[in-house]
Structure formats: C-alpha cells, structure tokens
C-alpha cells in the first residue's frame, strides 16, 4: 500500500468513526441512561432471566460444553415453572408453555446424552416457541383492549 491509499484509508477510518460516535454517543447510550428505567413486572423479569440462560445455553452449543448446556437448561426449566405460575391459567397460553418445556426436555436429553445436534436442534425449537408465545401473548393484549 503506498502512502496516499494509506492516507485515504486513515481519513475514511476517522470518517466512520466519528459518525459511529455521533451515532452511538451522544444520542444513544448516553440519552438513554438519563431516562428513568420503566417499571418491569414479575413476568417480565422472569423473562429476561430466561433471555440470560438462553444466551449460556448458546455459549454452551457453540463450544460444545455439555455441562453448561445442561446448566442453561435446567434454569429455563426452573424459571419457565415459575414464570408460568404467575400468569393467569389460560388454556392457550399452558399449551405453548406446555410445547416451551417440551423442547427444553429435550435440550437437556441431548446434553446428557453428549449429542450436540439433538441439544442444538432442541434449542432451535425451543427459540421457536419463545417466538411463537410471544406472537400469543401479543396478539391476546390487542384483543384484549
Ligand atoms: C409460554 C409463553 C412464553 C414463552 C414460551 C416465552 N415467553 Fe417471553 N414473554 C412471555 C410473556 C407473557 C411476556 C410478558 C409480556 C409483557 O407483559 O410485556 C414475555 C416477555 C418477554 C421478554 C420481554 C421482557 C421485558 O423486559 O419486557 C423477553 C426478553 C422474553 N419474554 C424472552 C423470552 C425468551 C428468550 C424465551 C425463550 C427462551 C421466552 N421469552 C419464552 C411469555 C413467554
């Protein structure tokens, strides 16, 4: 590379970059902090602790760890029991939360068997039915209102 491509490249460099900054700075991140977080109910917490198991059991298949897929398994299993205690019995809802638990059963059952594609096309399944009660859950709020 000869000098002036170098210089060129330096320049386009900074360019980015300083859009990156106007971008992410000071009207992202930094606005947002300011903002009072809203108020999450149980639910939602529950939720986000599942979203938080979810990515150790993706750590997990990724590098091909047995006990970590088993361990972001059995805390999908635990959270998803209580999580679903606290929302109102509704035939709907216990099925797909019924299918949730089916295809965490079966993540588990390919991490105890060391069978990484059966744990992997488990959890495909399983972000599936988080996908599909969503879908559920949001269309249940319209027609509620
Ligand atoms: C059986 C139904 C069901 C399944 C399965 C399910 N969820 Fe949820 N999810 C809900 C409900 C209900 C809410 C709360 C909606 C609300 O009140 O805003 C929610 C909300 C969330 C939220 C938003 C929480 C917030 O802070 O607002 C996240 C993130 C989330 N779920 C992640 C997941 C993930 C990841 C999975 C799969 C591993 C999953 N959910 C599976 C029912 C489900």
New binding site residues.
């Given amino acids: 590379m000869n000098q002036k491509q170098l210089i060129s490249r330096a320049f386009l460099l900074a360019v980015v970059g300083g859009l990156g900054w106007l971008c992410l700075g000071p009207l992202g991140a930094d606005a947002r902090q300011n903002e009072p977080a809203p108020k999450?109910?149980p639910?939602?917490l529950f939720?986000?602790k599942?979203?938080e198991a979810?990515q150790k059991l993706m750590e997990g298949l990724a590098i091909e760890d047995y006990e970590l897929i088993g361990q972001g398994a059995r805390q999908?299993e635990g959270i998803?029991a209580a999580?679903?205690f606290a929302?109102v019995k509704e035939a709907l809802?216990t099925q797909?939360?019924d299918e949730?638990r089916r295809t965490v059963a079966k993540i588990q059952k390919g991490a105890k068997e060391k069978r990484l594609d059966s744990a992997a096309l488990g959890y495909m399944d399983?972000?599936m039915?988080?996908i599909e009660?969503?879908k559920?859950?949001r269309n249940m709020l319209i027609t509620d209102k």
């Fill in positions: 999450k109910t639910i939602q939720m986000r599942k979203l979810t999908l998803s999580a679903d929302v809802y797909h939360a949730f399983m972000t039915s988080c009660c969503h559920f859950v």
